[in-house]
C-alpha cells in the first residue's frame, strides 16, 4: 500500500501555532525574595548614647550582630565617607547631610515602630515626612547647680552670665549650647546667626572672665568637672546631673526663665551603609516601648516615644530635669540647622571662646 | 505523466490549500483578537479616566468639607477666641470628621483648641518648626500623610492660613476618607486609590496598606504620574500588589482649590493628592481572551477535521488509481500478477495484445480522470484563494489604520501585535497571490493584456519596486540598458512581476556585491539580464528551481521567505509571452537569470499552457 505524502509544514506548524497559543493566556507572577545581609551593623553614636548590653539584646533576637562605635564627631565621621550602616546624629547635622546625599531614605513601610514617635517629633521642617530621620532621644540643657557653692540660685541666663564674685561655671564640649545659652541671655533666638547677637554673645562669656569659666577637657565628665573644688555649675542635661548625683554631688538642675535648649538626636541611615535592611530592624528595635524604656534608664534620658508612660516607673517619669513638663519644653529653644554661613560664624565664635578660656582646641 | 506525480500534485495542492485556509483562519483569529482587545482598552481607558475622576471628586468634597471647618476657625482671631473660648468646641461637634483642631498665632503659640479623645496636636511644643505650621503660615494648604499615633484612630493633618497670619489645624479622621474610597468601584475588580506627590498610601480598599506606610515611591506608575501633564495620566502595569492592571489617574481637588483663593487665601493645587482608578487586566480584556480561547479552539478542531477530510478525500480519488480495485477487464494473468503498478509493468512482456489494448484504455481513462481531478483542485485553488484575499485585505487594512494611530497610541506590547498581524498579513497575501496566479494558469484561465512596452521604462520600474529590499540588504541594484533597445509586446505588469520575482531573488541570495539588470538585444530576442555575486546554484538545481514550492537547497522548506512559486510562475509567464528563461550560475560565485522575449511588429504569444507543464 502506498503511503502518503507528509502535510505540509505550513499545516503543523498553523495548529502548533493554533494548539500553543490557546493556554498561554494563564500565567502569574512570581514572588521575589527580600536580600539577607551577611556582617555585622556598623553603628555610630555618641558615647554612651548606646549601651552595649542593649545592643546585645537585639543581636539575641534577630542574630544580626552591631559594631557599636562611639564619637563625638559623628557627622565628620559620614562625611570622610566612613561605611557606615546607622549613626545617631544631632538635629543641626541632618539638613546638610540630606541636602548632600549622604543620608539613604527610610522605608517607613518597613518601620512600624514609627508610630510610637509623637507628633513634636513628626514632619519637622528639616526634614518633613521624617524621610530621613528618625527621633530617638531629646532632653533639655539647663543649668546643673551646687548646692552650698552658690549663695543665690540663678533664674535666669543673663543673670548667670553676669559679672561678679561666684563660683567657676563649668562649659560643656557643645558650641551650640554654650552659645546658645548666651543668645538666650541676650534676648536672641538660640540659633541666631546675626553677627552682632553673636559677638554679644562672645562678649558675654569674655566679661565674665577665664576665671570663673572652665570648658570640659576632651574625654572628661562634666561630673568630674563638677566635682573639683571651687566648682558651682555645669551647663549640662539630664544625664550630666545623673552623673553628678551618683558621684555624690549636691546638685540641682535649673532651667532659666528664657527657657533651657532643646535637644533632639535621630537615626539615620548612611547612603554609604551596606546593611540598610538589618540597620532598619535596629531601629525598629529601638522603638519597641522595653526597649526605650532601658535606653530611658540606662541612660537619664527622655526617650521620643509614646509608649513609655506605660513602659516606666512613675518616679523616672516624674523626674522633670529628664521629662521636662510641656510649658518648660514650649518655653525652651529647640537647637536647629544653621546655614553654611552660620555654621562658620558659630564655629568661629566657639574658637574664640576656647582661645579666651585657654581651651585644649575643639 | 506518471501517477507517482500526479499523486505528488493533489497532495502537494490539497495539502497547501488546507495551510493556506488555516494559516487564513489563524491570522482571522489573531486579528480579530487584536482588534476585539484593541477596542476594549480603548473603551475601558475612557470609563477609567471618567471613574478615576469621579473618585477624585469624591475625595476633594472630603477635602473641601474640612476646609470649610477650617476656615471658619481662620476668621476667628485671638480676641474673639478669648472672650468665647467655646467656639472651636462648637465647630468640632458640626462635624465628626474632625478630631481635634487647633488655631495659632503667626509664632505658633495656641491661642485655642478642641478635639475629640486625648489631644495630640495640643500637646505639641515644636509647633513653629512642624511643616504644616510653616506650609500654612507661608500661605499654602499642608494635607499630611496618614498619621498614626498613640490613640487608635488613624488621621491626615490638614491646614490652612488664617486671616491674622496664624494658622489652623486640623486632625481629620482616616477612615471617613477610606470608606469614600473603598465605596467607589467600577466593574467586578475595579478600584481606587488614593496618594500623595511622594507616592504614600492615603486612601485603599486595603486599609492595613495604608497603616503599614505603603509608597509607591521607586515604582513606574509613580513616575508616569509625576510627569503627565496636570496630573492624569492613563496605562497599564504591573501593581505593587503583582497585578496587571490597567489604571487611570486624576488629581484631587484642583478645581475646588481655586475657589479657596477668595475665602482665606489658600492657593491652588489640591494638596497634590491623586486619585489611581486601577481595573484588572484579565477583567478589562476578559471578552477579548474568551473570544481568543473559542476562536483557537475552534480552529484546532476544525484544522484536524480539515486533515482528516483531506486524507479521507484523497484517499477516496487516488488510491483506486490502483489498477485491481478498478475493475478493468484484465486477464486473469495481470489480475493475479500483483496490486502495484510495478508489478504491473514488470508482467507487460507476458502480457497478450488485447491485455495491452486493455491497459492502455485503463491508463486514458484514468489520466482524463486524474486530469479532471487536478482542474478542479485548481478552480479549488482559484476559488479558495479569491475568497481569501478579500478578508485578508480588510485585515491588513485594519491592521495598517491601527498601526496609523486609528485608535489613539497603542501599548508596546500591542503595537508588536499588530505588526506581527500586518506583516504576516502581507506575507500570506503574497502567498495567496502566488497561488491564484498558479491556479489561473494551471486552469488555463490566465490571459495577458499586450501593449507595446519600453524595456528601460520596465527596469526602472523594477529598481524602484525594489528599492527598500535592496537598502535593507545594503546591496546596490545597476541599471545597464543599451542604447537603442526596440519596443516588445507584451503585459507590463506580468512582465514586471517576472523581473521583480527575478531581481527579489537575486537580493535575497546575495549577501555581498551587486546586482545587475541589464537589456540588450541580440536577433529577434530582447534579453533581459538579473545578474548577482551571490551563492549560486549547482547545476543539479538549476533542473529544479523552476519548479512549484522549491528553493534553492532542494526542498519545500522556506530556508528563504518566500513561497517557492515565483520562478515557476515567471517561467510560465515569460513562455506565454513567446519566450523564455535560461539560467547560468556558479555556485559561490553568483548567477544570471536571461529572459529572452521575441521582438515582433504585432503580437502573437497569447496563449495559456496546458495543465501539467508547470511542474
Redesign the interface.
Known amino acids: 500500500m502506498p503511503q502518503p505524502p507528509p502535510p505540509p509544514r505550513l499545516v503543523v506548524f498553523g495548529l502548533s501555532l493554533a494548539l500553543g497559543l490557546w493556554p498561554a493566556a494563564c500565567q502569574g507572577p512570581s514572588p521575589t525574595p527580600e536580600p539577607i545581609e551577611a556582617g555585622p551593623i556598623a553603628l555610630v553614636a555618641p558615647p554612651g548614647a548606646l549601651p552595649e548590653a542593649l545592643l546585645d539584646g537585639f543581636t539575641r533576637a534577630t542574630g544580626i550582630s552591631v559594631a557599636l562605635r562611639e564619637s563625638v564627631e559623628v557627622e565628620a565621621l559620614l562625611r570622610a565617607g566612613e561605611p557606615i550602616d546607622l549613626a545617631l546624629l544631632p538635629t543641626e547635622a541632618l539638613p546638610g547631610l540630606i541636602e548632600d546625599g549622604l543620608l539613604a531614605p527610610i522605608d517607613h513601610s518597613r518601620l512600624p515602630g514609627f508610630r510610637r514617635v509623637p507628633y513634636s517629633f513628626r514632619d519637622l521642617a528639616y526634614d518633613p515626612g521624617n524621610r530621613y530621620s528618625v527621633p530617638l532621644r531629646y532632653g533639655i540643657s539647663g543649668l546643673i547647680l551646687r548646692l552650698g557653692a552658690v549663695e543665690a540660685f540663678p533664674r535666669s541666663w543673663a543673670e548667670l552670665l553676669s559679672p561678679g564674685p561666684g563660683g567657676r561655671l563649668i562649659l560643656p564640649r557643645r558650641p551650640r549650647e554654650v552659645i546658645g545659652a548666651a543668645l538666650l541671655a541676650g534676648g536672641h533666638d538660640a540659633n541666631a546667626e546675626d553677627p552682632a547677637a553673636l559677638a554679644a554673645a562672645l562678649e558675654r562669656w569674655r566679661a565674665l572672665g577665664p576665671r570663673r569659666l572652665q570648658v570640659l577637657s576632651p574625654g572628661e565628665s562634666g561630673a568630674e568637672a563638677l566635682a573639683r573644688p571651687g566648682a558651682a555649675g555645669l551647663i549640662g542635661r539630664a544625664a550630666d546631673l545623673s552623673a553628678a548625683r551618683a558621684a555624690g554631688l549636691d546638685v540641682s538642675f535649673v532651667v532659666p526663665v528664657e527657657g533651657g535648649l532643646l535637644w533632639i538626636e535621630h537615626l539615620v541611615l548612611p547612603e554609604a551603609g551596606t546593611r540598610p535592611a538589618s540597620a532598619l530592624r535596629l531601629v525598629e528595635h529601638l522603638l519597641r516601648p522595653d526597649v526605650a524604656a532601658e535606653l530611658a534608664r540606662s541612660g537619664s534620658v527622655a526617650l521620643a516615644n509614646t509608649a513609655l508612660p506605660d513602659a516606666l516607673a512613675p518616679d523616672l517619669l516624674a523626674d522633670r530635669a529628664v521629662w521636662p513638663e510641656l510649658r518648660v519644653l514650649r518655653r525652651s529653644g529647640m537647637l536647629l540647622p544653621l546655614s553654611p554661613a552660620g555654621r562658620a560664624l558659630h564655629a568661629s565664635i566657639w574658637e574664640q571662646l576656647l582661645a579666651l578660656l585657654g581651651g585644649a582646641g575643639s | 505523466m506518471s501517477r507517482a506525480l500526479l499523486?505528488?500534485a493533489l497532495?502537494?495542492q490539497l495539502?497547501?490549500a488546507?495551510?493556506?485556509m488555516?494559516?487564513a483562519m489563524?491570522l482571522l483569529?489573531l486579528a480579530a483578537h487584536g482588534l476585539l482587545r484593541g477596542f476594549e482598552q480603548q473603551a475601558w481607558r475612557g470609563r477609567q479616566a471618567e471613574a478615576a475622576e469621579a473618585a477624585a471628586a469624591s475625595v476633594g468634597r472630603y477635602v473641601l468639607r474640612a476646609e470649610d471647618a477650617i476656615r471658619f476657625a481662620g476668621v476667628l482671631d485671638g480676641v474673639y477666641l478669648e472672650a468665647f473660648p467655646d467656639a472651636l468646641e462648637a465647630i468640632l461637634d458640626q462635624d465628626d470628621l474632625l478630631l481635634e483642631l487647633l488655631r495659632v498665632d503667626a509664632s505658633g503659640e495656641i491661642l485655642a483648641t478642641a478635639r475629640r479623645g486625648a489631644p495630640?496636636?495640643a500637646?505639641?511644643?515644636?509647633i513653629?518648626?512642624?511643616?504644616?505650621f510653616?506650609e500654612a503660615a507661608a500661605g499654602r494648604r499642608y494635607l499630611?500623610?496618614v498619621?498614626?499615633?498613640?490613640t487608635p484612630v488613624p488621621s491626615l493633618l490638614l491646614a490652612l492660613p488664617a486671616l491674622d497670619g496664624g494658622v489652623v489645624v486640623a486632625r481629620l479622621r482616616s477612615e471617613t476618607l477610606w470608606d469614600a474610597v473603598d465605596a467607589f468601584r467600577f466593574g467586578e475588580g475595579g478600584r481606587a486609590y488614593v496618594v500623595d506627590r511622594?507616592g504614600?498610601l492615603l486612601a485603599h480598599s486595603d486599609p492595613d496598606r495604608v497603616l503599614?506606610?505603603?509608597?509607591l515611591?521607586g515604582r513606574p506608575e509613580l513616575a508616569a504620574l509625576r510627569s503627565a501633564p496636570a496630573g492624569r495620566w492613563s496605562g497599564a502595569y504591573?501593581n505593587f500588589e503583582?497585578l496587571e492592571v490597567l489604571a487611570a489617574t486624576a488629581p484631587v481637588g484642583a478645581a475646588p482649590a481655586a475657589e479657596a483663593d477668595t475665602a482665606l487665601g489658600a492657593p491652588a493645587g489640591g494638596g497634590e493628592w491623586y486619585v489611581f482608578a486601577e481595573l484588572p487586566r484579565d477583567e478589562a480584556f476578559a471578552w477579548s481572551?474568551l473570544a481568543?480561547?473559542w476562536l483557537?479552539?475552534a480552529?484546532?478542531l476544525l484544522?484536524?477535521l480539515t486533515?482528516a477530510a483531506?486524507?479521507w478525500l484523497?484517499?477516496q480519488l487516488?488510491?483506486p488509481l490502483r489498477l485491481a480495485p478498478l475493475g478493468l477487464p484484465l486477464s486473469p494473468a495481470v489480475a493475479t500478477a500483483g496490486a502495484t503498478e510495478a508489478d504491473a509493468l514488470g508482467q507487460t512482456q507476458a502480457l497478450s495484445r488485447r491485455d495491452i489494448e486493455a491497459l492502455r484504455g485503463a491508463f486514458d481513462d484514468m489520466y482524463n480522470r486524474v486530469t479532471d481531478i487536478d482542474r478542479l483542485t485548481s478552480e479549488f485553488l482559484a476559488t479558495v484563494s479569491h475568497e481569501l484575499r478579500t478578508p485578508l485585505n480588510s485585515v491588513i487594512g485594519y491592521a495598517e489604520l491601527i498601526l496609523g494611530g486609528l485608535n489613539g497610541p497603542l501599548e508596546a506590547e500591542m503595537q508588536q501585535d499588530v505588526e506581527a498581524i500586518y506583516e504576516n498579513g502581507q506575507l500570506l497575501l503574497r502567498l495567496v497571490n502566488d497561488l491564484l496566479d498558479l491556479a489561473k494558469i494551471e486552469a488555463g484561465r490566465l490571459e495577458l493584456e499586450l501593449v507595446r512596452i519600453d524595456p528601460a521604462g520596465l527596469l526602472e520600474a523594477t529598481r524602484a519596486a525594489n528599492t527598500r529590499q535592496l537598502e535593507q540588504k545594503g546591496l546596490a541594484l545597476a541599471l545597464e540598458p543599451a542604447p537603442d533597445l526596440p519596443l516588445i509586446w507584451g503585459d507590463p505588469l506580468r512582465l514586471q512581476q517576472v523581473l521583480d520575482n527575478l531581481v527579489s531573488n537575486a537580493i535575497k541570495f546575495t549577501e555581498a556585491g551587486e546586482v545587475r539588470l541589464a537589456a540588450r538585444r541580440e536577433g529577434d530576442w530582447l534579453v533581459i539580464a538579473v545578474s548577482d555575486t551571490g551563492i549560486g546554484i549547482s547545476e543539479a538545481d538549476r533542473e529544479t528551481i523552476f519548479e512549484r514550492f522549491r528553493q534553492l537547497d532542494g526542498s519545500?522548506?522556506r530556508r528563504a521567505e518566500g513561497t517557492g512559486l515565483g520562478l515557476a510562475i515567471s517561467r510560465h509567464l515569460v513562455r506565454m509571452h513567446g519566450g523564455r528563461i535560461e539560467v547560468e550560475s556558479q555556485p559561490g560565485a553568483g548567477s544570471t537569470f536571461r529572459v529572452l522575449l521575441p521582438i515582433e511588429e504585432t503580437p502573437s504569444h497569447s496563449r495559456g499552457l496546458a495543465i501539467g507543464t508547470l511542474l
Not at chain 2, 503599614?212 to 509608597?215: C, H, L, T, W
Request: glycine share 8%; net charge positive.
Open positions: 499523486r505528488d497532495w502537494r495539502g497547501l488546507v495551510a493556506v488555516l494559516a489563524l483569529a495630640v496636636l500637646e505639641q511644643f515644636t513653629a518648626e512642624a511643616s504644616w510653616r499630611s500623610a498619621q498614626q499615633g498613640a511622594e504614600r503599614a506606610s505603603f509608597s515611591e504591573r503583582g481572551r481568543w480561547r483557537t479552539g480552529l484546532a484544522g484536524l486533515l483531506t486524507a484523497l484517499a487516488i488510491w519545500f522548506t
